[in-house]
């Protein structure tokens, strides 16, 4: 169950687009289409903000997307907003059952 | 509106043991799979367990295996965590989420807090 991989820190101008990449393996994203990214600001629980690699839940703008390629899987936010900043993790169902998390991207939005 | 409220977290000694709960409400709870996550003070996501929609499929992240038990009441609409054989590094905020699909969480409670210290 190792984590799977998400740059440290990010950061972006308000209305620039950014893409959060998150790293893993055959036996995770690779394995299937079952990637989800989320939303924590300081102090709050987690929003859901994609899964199954590309889906929006309801209260998610469409500035938010995402897609996988291989092993990897990406966020991309348009039109980035100050109300963007916040850690972002991406997540992964795996061959074995499980669900593994990454160790989490600092967006900063400046 | 949908919600889940978390409780049963505090101090606790290396080696003891805690129970956390987490109601529901305002949906068809047993009509879901349900997970438990938490977050050390500081530090990223870890998804320790999920339970299916019947409570017959369990699984744990290997941090947790054979000392943590997760289960539930569709009657009650709770969801539990029993957690045995503490340690320092479970100290950690816990949340519970309701699962829409592989590894997706769509509703979050607002986390308890579990302190294992001497």
């Known amino acids: 169950q190792s984590a799977l991989t998400q740059p440290v820190s990010v950061s972006g101008s308000p209305g620039q687009s950014i893409t959060l990449s998150c790293a893993g393996s055959?036996?995770?994203?690779?394995?299937?289409?079952?990637v989800s990214w989320y939303q924590q600001h300081p102090g709050r629980a987690p929003t859901l903000m994609i899964y199954?690699?590309?889906k929006r839940p309801s209260w998610v703008s469409n500035r938010f997307s995402g897609s996988k390629s291989g092993n990897t899987a990406s966020l991309t936010i348009s039109g980035l907003r100050a109300e963007d900043e916040a850690d972002y993790y991406c997540?992964?169902?795996?061959?074995?059952?499980?669900?593994?998390f990454g160790g989490g991207t600092k967006l900063t939005v400046l | 509106q949908v919600q889940l409220v978390e409780s049963g977290g505090g101090f606790v000694n290396p080696g003891g043991s805690l129970r956390l709960s987490c109601a529901a409400s305002?949906?068809?709870?047993?009509?879901?799979?349900m997970t438990w996550v938490r977050q050390a003070p500081g530090k990223g996501l870890e998804w320790i367990s999920y339970?299916?929609?019947?409570?017959?499929?369990?699984y744990y992240a290997d941090s947790v295996k054979g000392r943590f038990t997760i289960f539930r009441d569709n009657v009650k609409n709770s969801l539990y965590l029993e957690m045995n054989s503490l340690r320092a590094e479970d100290t950690a905020i816990y949340y519970c989420?309701?699962?829409?699909?592989?590894?997706?969480?769509?509703?979050w409670g607002q986390g308890t807090m579990v302190t294992v210290s001497s």
């Open positions: 199954e690699v590309t």
């Open positions: 305002a949906f068809t709870f047993s009509g879901h799979y």
């Open positions: 997540c992964s169902y795996t061959l074995d059952n499980d669900v593994v």
């Open positions: 055959g036996g995770d994203i690779g394995a299937y289409n079952y």
């Open positions: 989420g309701r699962s829409i699909s592989y590894g997706a969480f769509d509703i």
């Open positions: 339970i299916s929609s019947s409570g017959r499929l369990t």
